[in-house]
């Protein structure tokens, strides 16, 4: 059996569809049969809270997984589709802890069991290089950078792509960006075709050949704490997730 491959979903500005990629990609990649497993280590929760999780206080979230080391599969709820690891505020209570005592390699530590139960593993980061971002990114086999097709995300991004750079370096040379995708894509303006064209520039062999189009479906089926495939599978949000899906899948 293939060793799952760690996908982290990853930029430091909130807002330009990380989570809503992250969880997704984890449901269009098991409606595709690959098995796939979502972990949200993002303090927000929001992946979770997208799937409808409600976090009891009894419920197993990724924070008792980094500090505990138990099974993984223990840690694991399955919901419309989707197999995930989830996460909330309580989080940031381990912050300094992991980043003093236990280092980068605690998440690899804790994910590594399950290597041979899915094909992916997509991992939805916080909106910061931070501790958990770190460890994400220490475990991770490539990369999706999510933008948002503004001028102040080109900016953002800039920096984004210093700070991986700089930790695959020092971290984890292996690791690559599998690619940079550009959402909530206005085809009524030319701002965002103005964008695009610029990400393809600076990006020619990196940009995703979809683009995740502006639709209220997506906040739709967020309100509604489903996956865009569980809400409306058949409208033109879901074809665009669908289009991400394949080409992930196709190389």
């Known amino acids: 059996m293939k060793t799952a491959k760690i996908i982290s ?7 330009v569809g990380k989570t809503t990629t992250a969880v997704n990609l984890a449901a269009g990649l ?3 049969g690959r098995k796939t497993l979502l972990v949200d280590i993002d303090s927000q929760g929001n992946a979770s809270a997208a799937l409808g999780l409600i976090i009891e206080d009894d419920t197993r979230t990724i924070k ?9 599969r223990d840690f694991i709820t399955k919901v419309d589709s989707v197999e995930i690891i989830p996460s909330n505020n309580s989080l940031k209570d381990i912050e300094d802890t992991l980043l003093k005592d236990k280092g980068f390699e605690t998440f690899n530590d804790s994910v590594a069991p399950l290597a041979n139960d899915y094909e992916y593993i997509i991992v939805d980061c916080p909106p910061s290089v931070n501790v958990f971002t770190k460890n994400a990114l220490k475990a991770s086999h490539e990369i999706i950078i999510p933008v948002d097709v503004g001028y102040f995300s080109l900016l953002g991004l800039k920096q984004l792509l210093e700070e991986i750079e700089r930790f695959k370096m020092e971290l984890n040379p292996q690791m690559e960006i599998l690619g940079v995708l550009a959402c909530k894509y206005d085809r009524r303006t030319s701002l965002s075709a103005q964008i695009y064209e610029t990400l393809k520039q600076s990006f020619p062999d990196k940009l995703f050949k979809t683009y995740i189009r502006l639709n209220i479906d997506i906040v739709r089926a967020q309100i509604a704490q489903k996956s865009i495939f569980g809400y409306n599978n058949k409208g033109t949000a879901a074809q665009d997730y669908n289009s991400l899906t394949e080409e992930i899948i196709n190389g």
Do not use: F
């Not at 979903?9 to 807002?15: A, H, I, L, R, S």
């Not at 008792?64 to 993984?72: K, S, T």
């Open 9 to 15: 979903v990853t930029n430091q500005k909130g807002g």
């Open 30 to 32: 098991n409606k595709k």
């Open 64 to 72: 008792d997984l980094l500090m505990n080391r138990q099974d993984p």
